[in-house]
């Protein structure tokens, strides 16, 4: 059954949802998410719900995406956290490599294959932790010394959220937030700038909820 998704463009908060983030790495990851009725109604009918945000000034767009994943916080932080096995599931992921990692941070590669075999790399510096029932992962683009302009992206940062769902049971709602600015387009390969944005925004977090229920077997944890 497929998986329908919504995209609205001027989010107007009535349903708010707050995340429990007061201290530590993840302080600076807003709080709350606010969600019109239909927008919730919308998610609770679990199709994934795709706003896209003012990003004011900058060349880049910003993009929001918010589902349910019928499991628990843990299960979702372990597949998000399994940082070699991106390629298997995330959208245009074609390797993942991991140059540094502890307990609460990485260092990755990234290389997207694209179509026409158009290749982008970059470097994400990785931040993650659960705590107090809330999971996170957040990230920003770091230099990868030698890739022309061409060659990677310009810029960009975001971050995921997982928190229990109180309205409905044994869910969680995934937030997918991210800013994205490709850089120069040559002229003929705007599409870029939408399968890097808009058109996989909403597979993300469908390809990460698969991706859980293949791990373990679709069923919901007990948090």
């Known amino acids: 059954m497929m998986t329908r998704f919504i995209l609205y463009l001027i989010p107007i908060g009535i349903m708010q949802i707050f ?3 007061h201290s530590g790495i993840g302080s600076d990851i807003p709080t709350e998410i606010q969600l019109t009725k239909s927008q919730e109604d919308s998610i609770s009918r679990d199709k994934i719900v795709v706003r896209e945000l003012d990003a004011a000034d900058r060349p880049g767009k910003i993009y929001e995406s918010t589902g349910l994943i019928k499991a628990s916080v843990n299960e979702v932080y372990s597949v998000l956290t399994d ?3 991106y390629n298997e599931f995330m959208p245009n992921n074609e390797e993942t490599k991991i ?3 502890n307990s609460q941070s990485a260092l990755l590669n990234m290389t997207l294959a694209l179509p026409l075999k158009k290749v982008k790399k970059y470097t994400l510096q990785m931040d993650f932790e659960k705590k107090n029932g809330v999971a996170f992962l957040k990230w920003k683009n ?4 030698g890739l022309s302009q061409s060659q ?4 960009t940062h975001g971050f995921w959220l997982i928190q229990n769902f109180p309205k409905k049971k044994s869910h969680v709602l995934a937030v997918y937030h991210v800013y ?5 387009i040559p002229w003929g390969l705007g599409w870029i700038v939408n399968l890097l944005s808009r058109y996989s925004i909403p597979d993300i977090i469908i390809k990460t909820r698969n ?5 373990n077997g679709g069923m919901a944890g007990a948090e």
């Open 211 to 215: 991706r859980v229920y293949e791990i």
């Open 152 to 155: 990677t992206i310009r810029e």
């Open 142 to 145: 770091v230099d990868w010394p």
């Open 83 to 85: 940082f070699k096995s």
């Open 180 to 184: 994205i600015d490709p850089g120069p």
């Open 99 to 101: 140059l540094r990692i």
């Open 19 to 21: 995340f429990n983030l």
